[in-house]
């Protein structure tokens, strides 16, 4: 007995350690598991999100397009009506495909500020297709979209843990329709938003 009891300290050492390693090997594991989960929605996110990106993307180019006849300056190469039409339709088929994926990974804010993103390109879409397009009204479309996209790209980040500063592009756009209105001097002051963004 008195062997036991002298070796009982150790005995409990041993038990204590294996313990030990145990539970540091679960947790370990657990952190692991974790860390890959996070990473593999991550990836799965970001791909959401360029996704839905590249289709309202199509859509504002299209319309784009589709207005060139109508706009002064425009700088984008005119299409067709009818052709435009089927692109845009085929082109609003995969944003929606694109949206699901949004709305099933996407955090609160990015789905905000996409649905607002894809509803200012969607008020562009109809201001192109109706074939009147008033200057005002479609540069304050324009600048609508700018803002929005700077609104997704902003949260989309965010919500990917992305870091590296300001990336807006609208005060950009802006600054540069400035620049160029005040080189060209009143000649420029036709130019549309667009032709800075196209």
């Known amino acids: 007995m008195t062997n036991f009891l002298n070796q009982l300290p150790a005995i409990l050492g041993v038990m204590v350690g294996a313990l030990g390693t ?10 692991r598991w974790r860390r890959d989960h996070a990473v593999r929605w991550d990836t799965r996110r970001l791909d959401a999100y360029v996704a839905h990106a590249a289709t309202v993307k199509e859509i504002h180019t299209l319309a784009l397009r589709v207005s060139a006849s109508y706009r002064h300056n425009s700088k984008s190469r005119p299409i067709d009506h009818e052709q435009a039409l089927e692109l845009l339709a085929e082109a609003n088929a ?17 789905v905000t500020a996409a649905r ?3 509803d200012a390109v969607a008020a562009e879409e109809y201001l192109c297709i109706d074939n009147s397009i008033d200057e005002m009204e ?3 479309a324009i600048e609508a979209v700018d803002w929005a996209r700077d609104q997704f790209y902003s949260a989309a980040r965010e919500s990917l843990g992305v870091h590296g500063g300001f990336v807006a592009q609208s005060p950009f756009l802006v ?10 001097g009143d000649s420029a002051k036709s130019l549309d938003q667009t032709t800075a963004n196209e």
């Open 22 to 31: 145990l539970l540091v090997t679960a947790l370990t594991d657990r952190a």
């Open 175 to 184: 600054a540069r329709k400035r620049a160029i209105i005040s080189e060209f």
């Open 138 to 140: 479609w540069q304050s």
């Open 94 to 110: 995969r944003r929606t495909k694109a949206w699901e994926a949004v709305l099933l990974l996407g955090d609160e804010a990015t």
């Open 116 to 118: 607002t993103w894809q």
